[in-house]
């Protein structure tokens, strides 16, 4: 969706000049076809409602829609059929205003699939819980390779080595166990993925393993949920935790505060879907790590991102790159006003965008009024894909020279995860800047895990490639 919004943005000065570029690069393409639509980020509703406003302006353009429930495609339908508010601003007639597009079902042949509840064991750690359950349940009398849904990279790796750890153990080697543990994401390159959904060696279609092979566990997280198939997988583990990206409070969402990536239920679609992955091939099980009644209380779909107090400078940014007026474009599903003016305020402060002339209040006067426009910093910042205050963060960082430091800065501040890797090629614990800052006689509580971070990788690079050491 990011690279579409690019792909289109216009190259000339007012709004005729940009629709019309648009609209020439749209024509170009005899299809667009956007996959899980269901997942509601932002980009993807950025993406529909950008397809909603020009795909009409394109008479032999197909735009399908790929949705993996009923549900999300009738609302998918309801939105591009409904009449758009904004049509006195210059936004186009709707084709579909008079019928809803059609809805395209595609039958799918399942297998038998059991499904029973069983709470996790009181470990300390989410991993290592489902780990044991996963060892425990591979001495059962079945065929077929299993997948653990967990809520992140951090707890599939942490898994595999937690397996990997027991099978040196004394009890599972005297069990005889034969198991292969492996770590599937997002974050795996296209070559590992593939070999962990090929197989031994094996055609993908193969529902079974070697007699002799070993069995694998795949600890995964939600990339196996609908984005690939792994065949031969007969055993389903879900956690029922899913991570997601919400704003620590709606004030910092507002003032652009970076998001937290917080532990929260999975939804009954989504528990559907890992669900039926067990069944892909042949009869299977899914064992759902969570009490029953858990289930009725769920909420039947994940809510979309523009409702959980993310921050919308980006996306901001990005319409005004198409010469649209944000605070008039129409979303799937619309985010609080507040929010989107919020948004506005900060990438003014910023220096990010010119000020509009044009506010929520006064739409229907819009008409003599003028979108945003993006400043050389607001470029700078989707050149970057970076938030606006570290693009900004940048921008001072090479005017000061100083450039390395800030781009560090940056992108520590943009990642959620820790810098340090283990000898084994893991992620470190969350203690390592709390070890560093011991060794080095600093105050962690007051330097902070970013600065101690900076601290360690400028040292690093000070030692360079030829350097002898492993301290």
């Not at 600890?219 to 935790?241: H, K, S």
């Not at 528990?271 to 042949?282: I, K």
């Not at 198409?322 to 220096?351: I, Q, S």
Request: proline share 7%; charged share 20%.
């Amino acid at each position: 969706a990011a690279a579409a919004a690019e792909a289109v943005a216009p190259e000339a000065d007012g709004d005729a000049d940009s629709d019309w570029h648009v609209v020439s690069v749209l024509s170009e393409f005899a299809a667009i076809v956007v996959d899980e639509t269901q997942e509601r980020t932002l980009q993807t509703d950025l993406l529909l409602g950008v397809l909603k406003q020009y795909a009409p302006a394109v008479p032999d353009l197909k735009v399908v829609l790929v949705a993996s429930s009923p549900r999300e495609a009738e609302f998918l339908a309801e939105f591009f059929a409904r009449r758009s508010p904004t049509a006195a601003v210059g936004f186009r007639s709707n084709p579909y205003e008079s019928s809803a597009p059609p809805i395209v079902s595609i039958p799918t042949h399942s297998f038998p699939l059991r499904i029973v509840y069983q709470e996790l064991p009181p470990l300390l750690d989410l991993a290592a819980s489902c780990a044991e359950v996963a060892i425990t349940k591979s001495q059962g009398n079945w065929k077929g390779d299993m997948l653990v849904f967990l809520p992140s990279r951090a707890e599939t790796e942490a898994a595999v080595r937690w397996v990997k750890r027991r099978l040196r153990d004394h009890d599972c080697r005297r069990l005889g166990l034969s198991l292969e543990p492996l770590a599937l994401h997002g974050r795996l390159s296209a070559e590992a993925q593939d070999s962990i959904i090929a197989g031994h060696g094996k055609a993908r279609r193969e529902p079974l393993r070697p007699p002799l092979a070993k069995r694998r566990i795949i600890f995964c997280t939600n990339i196996a949920e609908t984005a690939v198939t792994v065949p031969g997988v007969t055993c389903v583990l879900d956690c029922g935790l899913v991570k997601e990206p919400r704003a620590a409070s709606r004030d910092s969402a507002r003032i652009g505060g970076s998001a937290l990536l917080l532990l929260v239920p999975e939804s009954k679609t989504s528990a559907d879907q890992r669900a039926a992955r067990a069944a892909r091939t042949g009869p299977g099980t899914c064992v759902r790590l969570f009490a029953a009644a858990e289930m009725d209380v769920r909420p039947l779909h994940s809510e979309p991102a523009i409702k959980r107090g993310l921050s919308l400078t980006r996306p901001y940014l990005s319409l005004t790159q198409l010469g649209l007026d944000p605070l008039h474009f129409e979303w799937p599903t619309p985010p609080p006003p507040e929010d989107m003016a919020a948004a506005h305020t900060a990438l003014c402060r910023l220096g990010a965008v010119t000020p509009s002339t044009s506010t929520q209040s006064d739409r229907s006067s819009s008409s003599q009024s003028g979108p945003p426009e993006l400043t050389a910093l607001g470029r700078l910042c989707l050149d970057l894909d970076l938030e606006p205050e570290l693009a900004h963060l940048v921008s001072h960082g090479c005017q000061s020279g100083l450039a390395l430091t800030a781009g560090l800065l940056a992108c520590l501040l943009a990642s959620p995860e820790s810098i340090f890797f283990t000898a084994a090629g893991g992620r470190s614990d969350g203690a390592a800047c709390a070890r560093l800052a011991q060794a080095w006689g600093l105050d962690g509580a007051v330097a902070g895990d970013v600065v101690l971070e900076l601290l360690a990788f400028e040292k690093w690079l000070a030692l360079g490639s030829s350097s002898s050491s492993n301290n």
